[in-house]
């Protein structure tokens, strides 16, 4: 065999070396001696004891050779001392913190982090690196193990307050609503090893693992927004992930893409896996096809550090490095700690059922504080006195609590907003005047001198001169932009993403223009002029679930500015059904907290097919309630500007899903008169003042709306109204009741749908129309039943469609 140089056997090493790491407390990973390192010799020797003690790297797969440089210095250096005394400390007290809530709280969940407590010294760390690098604020995801501990030795809040959640001690303020206490977030400062104070933001998350993760880097990425230049040093982001979830869920992976993309990107996210070996009952060998959980950042080329949880200071040492590596970088880095669980999954589970053998294991293994304190020789004996004292008289404490300790405050940037019930007092003036709009709409053309326009793109943007001079009715498109130029004139930031958002997936938008020579981008909203709010679009990687929960994130920090979400097609916001459902429907019910998010959903039955033409509006008022969302669908080009100006100008912040129309889009019947964006507001019901003799009336939303007005047209039928439905929730009720008292002859009130019956608004609609319609005979016209929305046969969509418009004008025998 060739010699090898010292050179090549380190390489071997720096390659091979974390597969024969010492990183599982228990021994339960299957050894592997990889054949590359069956070298021997003294540069063998000291390779492995720098690539084989208690911290795996990987970083090979790095193609920056700097960056890789940079991992083997530390790697192969002697580490500088680490203050064990510190160290000691935070694993006493993260160690105690669990037996004394266990102690006076069995059979009660917790999710303790005894068996990977060096969890709290890691975070020390980072905290402590971080700080000194210009760290102010940490945004912090986790989901429930060590959630409590984490609450108590990072973010700050007192043992008592904890404690006292578990005494349940105000449950009037949780009545229908609120949230476990392993789901709050919390607020609090945190002073580092080095004196430094350091905002903890400790995000709200649901049950829903890693659910968390794009809201929290939402959230870092609007309050480095905040700060400007200074953002991404101020602000650091720290996920925490369970093993089994970061293996196995999608929104892991879908966040980890979000890292190097300029619409998304926050410096870098520290990650931390806390890596117990097991997911509930499960063991990695059946919920990871690879050897480490945390295999799935090997998509983007950054280090990962696997590190002993056994050994606290290897694992501080790594905290370190992957905070120094972020900053140096500005790229993701993950410390996979790795340690076990003393108990079951929660402490009313028994482990001891599906891995009896390695519970037998556990059962004799001493708290870490005990191992660590004996391999410094510190006699821990009066501090853990001490601590423990502590802990018993803050349950003492706890128990005379009566009002719920852990109520948060929103930050002063919320002060100008509220949530909670409508109110009609809200509304303001969403007009803008003619000079204003046909400035807004110059702007939306100008380009920078030599830059080549598409002709097409050239004759649109010629049409939106004409139409904000008046000369030509708006359209959608125009609308929206002129919604957004006249908002950021009041200084108001816009941030709008989606999959080919910036164009369009209508060829409808093109907020940014493209220059034919060079492709150059150019974003004429961003460039109005020198000092002005933000105006961000961005094309959204080919994401729903982390992308909407990263929106939904920025909007919880920034609730000035009018943040967007737009879906390819309404179907496609299923793929992030978990922020729909948990975070956006049920914030602020569960957690008190806000967001003035908007999803823009593509609607419409136009012979697409099963997944291009429902937004599945049923599921949206299925979750409408306690007026915690807006549900529209403005039917007209006016209607969307002022819907969309309302939802910015208003103090109010709401979620606001906008059914939007497809080939509507440039449809004459759904442009406006100039006059209806200079005077007006949004209407949530409009009416038609011609027909008060009408006999029948028909209500319906969206697209369908128009149709039923040309059938009405062609059949030159004269006696039947057309109600259109422009905001489903907050349901207008008395805008509905004043719409049918316009028309006193009319008898028979009917919904008409393009739904199946089973989907659309029927549910939802008929007994309040039967409840408010009252005497008039109340019916409806959908599709049949279906288990899919729409047929996938342009003609039998034809047909459909035809026959809904013959139903719907033919009379009811009955009336
Ligand atoms: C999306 C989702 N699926 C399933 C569950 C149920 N569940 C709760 S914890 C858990 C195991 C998690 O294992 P791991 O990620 O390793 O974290 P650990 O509890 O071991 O810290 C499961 C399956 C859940 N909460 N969320």
Not at 121 to 132: N, T
Not at 183 to 209: C, F, K, Q, R
Not at 470 to 483: M, N, P, W, Y
Not at 680 to 700: H, K, P, Y
Request: hydrophobic share 40%; net charge neutral; proline share 6%.
């Amino acid at each position: 065999m060739v010699p090898r140089t010292d050179e090549a056997v380190f390489d071997a090493f720096r390659r091979w070396g974390y597969l024969a790491a010492d990183l599982d407390p228990l021994g339960c990973m299957q050894p592997l001696a990889p054949p590359e390192l069956s070298l021997e010799g003294e540069a063998a020797a000291r390779a492995r004891r720098c690539y084989c003690g208690s911290i795996g790297a990987e970083f090979m797969h790095i193609p920056d050779a700097e960056r890789r440089q940079w991992i083997a210095e530390r790697m192969e250096t002697d580490p500088p001392p680490v203050d064990s005394a510190r160290v000691l400390e935070r694993l006493i007290r993260a160690g105690l913190f669990e037996p004394v809530l266990q102690s006076r709280y069995i059979g009660t969940k917790r999710f303790s982090l005894e068996g990977i407590v060096a969890l709290i010294p890691v975070m020390d760390e980072m905290l402590d690196a971080a700080a000194d690098r210009g760290a102010e604020q940490m945004v912090l995801g986790m989901s429930h193990r060590g959630r409590l501990n984490v609450m108590v030795h990072i973010v700050g809040k007192s043992a008592e307050d904890v404690f006292a959640r578990f005494e349940d001690v105000d449950p009037r303020s949780f009545l229908g609503g609120g949230d476990v206490k392993y789901h709050l977030g919390a607020t609090g400062d945190y002073v580092t090893a080095h004196g430094a104070d350091v905002e903890i933001h400790l995000v709200s998350n649901p049950s829903h693992l890693e659910a968390v993760d794009p809201v929290a880097l939402g959230r870092a990425r609007a309050k480095q927004a905040r700060l400007c230049a200074r953002g991404t040093t101020c602000v650091l982001p720290l996920l925490l992930h369970g093993d089994a979830a970061f293996a196995g869920q999608g929104t892991a992976a879908e966040t980890l893409n979000l890292a190097n993309l300029d619409g998304y990107t926050v410096g870098g996210t520290v990650r931390v896996v806390v890596n117990n070996l097991i997911g509930f009952t499960a063991n990695p060998q059946d919920t990871s096809s690879s050897r480490f959980a945390a295999d799935v950042a090997k998509r983007l080329p950054i280090p990962i550090f696997h590190v002993n949880a056994e050994d606290p200071d290897a694992a501080v040492r790594a905290a370190r490095w992957a905070v120094e590596y972020r900053y140096q970088f500005h790229s993701d880095v993950v410390v996979d700690l790795i340690g076990y669980r003393r108990h079951g999954h929660s402490e009313i589970d028994d482990p001891t059922t599906t891995q009896p053998v390695r519970y037998r294991r556990i059962a004799v293994l001493p708290p870490v504080w005990e191992s660590y304190a004996r391999r410094h020789q510190f006699d821990t004996a009066p501090r853990v006195a001490e601590i423990r004292g502590e802990l018993e008289a803050a349950l003492k404490r706890a128990r005379t609590i009566r009002k719920n300790p852990l109520l948060r405050q929103l930050p002063s940037y919320w002060d100008a907003f509220q949530g909670g019930a409508y109110d009609p007092a809200m509304e303001v003036d969403t007009a803008v005047r003619a000079e204003e709009l046909s400035a807004i709409g110059k702007l939306l053309v100008r380009v920078p001198a030599g830059f080549s326009i598409h002709p097409k793109v050239k004759k649109l943007l010629d049409q939106r001169v004409q139409m904000t001079e008046g000369r030509h009715a708006i359209d959608f498109g125009t609308a929206e932009l002129l919604a957004y130029g006249s908002l950021l004139r009041q200084g108001t930031p816009v941030r709008l993403t989606g999959q080919d958002s910036r164009r369009g997936t209508f060829n409808q938008r093109h907020a940014t223009l493209f220059d034919t020579e060079t492709e150059a981008a150019y974003t004429p909203l961003a460039n109005m002029a020198l000092q002005q709010p933000a105006f961000e679009v961005y094309d959204s990687p080919l994401s729903e679930a982390a992308v909407v929960g990263f929106e939904y994130g920025y909007s919880r920090d920034y609730p000035e500015t009018l943040v967007l979400w737009e879906a390819q097609f309404g179907d496609f916001a299923n793929g992030a059904q978990v922020y729909i459902d948990q975070f956006i429907a049920a914030g602020e019910d569960k957690w008190g907290l806000l967001s003035g998010l908007v999803l823009l959903l593509p609607h419409g039955y136009e012979g697409q097919g099963p997944e291009h033409s429902s937004a599945r509006v049923e599921r949206f008022l299925q979750l409408a309630a306690r007026d915690n969302m807006q549900i529209c669908q403005p039917t007209t080009a006016a209607q969307c500007f002022h819907l969309l100006r309302r939802q910015a100008l208003r103090r109010w912040r709401k979620p606001l899903v906008v059914f939007t129309p497809k080939g509507m889009l440039r449809h004459p019947a759904a442009a406006s008169p100039l006059q209806e964006l200079t005077s007006g507001r949004f209407l949530t019901v409009i009416t038609e003042g011609e027909l008060m003799d009408a006999t029948r009336v028909l209500v319906a939303t969206g697209k369908i709306v128009h149709e039923l007005r040309a059938e009405r047209k062609k059949r030159g039928d004269t006696h039947t109204a057309i109600v259109a439905l422009e905001q489903l929730y907050p349901f207008p009720e008395k805008e509905l009741i004043a719409a049918l008292n316009q028309l006193p002859a009319a008898r028979e009130v009917v919904w008409v749908q393009e739904e199946p019956a089973n989907m659309g608004a029927l549910f939802f609609l008929m007994p309040r129309l039967r409840r408010l319609a009252k005497p008039r005979a109340v019916r409806s016209v959908k599709l049949s039943a279906s288990p899919s929305p729409a047929t996938g046969s342009v003609k039998a969509h034809e047909v459909q469609q035809k026959t809904l418009l013959a139903l719907a004008f033919a009379t009811a025998k009955a009336v």
